[in-house]
């Protein structure tokens, strides 16, 4: 018999992977959506940088909203 362990990733964790998958340019709603996070995914950012105290940055200049991770953060993420 053989023993598999499932583990389903938490939000957080894939909101972390989209953002870090993203880089500088930042994540689009389109890269939430496309990743399944459509409904939860401000909220998801909202408790990473309030409880986790993860550092993001939006931008706007494209006309719609970008999330990036800080340059700190990301390295910070990277490291653990």
């Known amino acids: 018999m053989t023993v598999e362990a499932l583990t389903t990733p938490t939000d957080e ?3 972390r992977e989209i953002l870090e998958a993203a880089g500088p340019r930042g994540a689009s709603h389109e890269d939430f959506v496309e990743a399944g996070l459509a409904r939860d995914y401000i909220g998801t ?6 409880v986790d ?6 931008d706007f200049t ?10 700190d953060a ?3 993420v990277r490291a653990a």
Do not use: F
């Open 45 to 50: 950012l909202r408790r990473l940088v309030d």
């Open 62 to 71: 494209t006309g719609q909203a970008r999330w990036s991770l800080a340059t």
């Open 74 to 76: 990301a390295r910070r």
């Open 53 to 58: 105290g993860l550092e993001v940055r939006t």
């Open 13 to 15: 964790q894939l909101v």
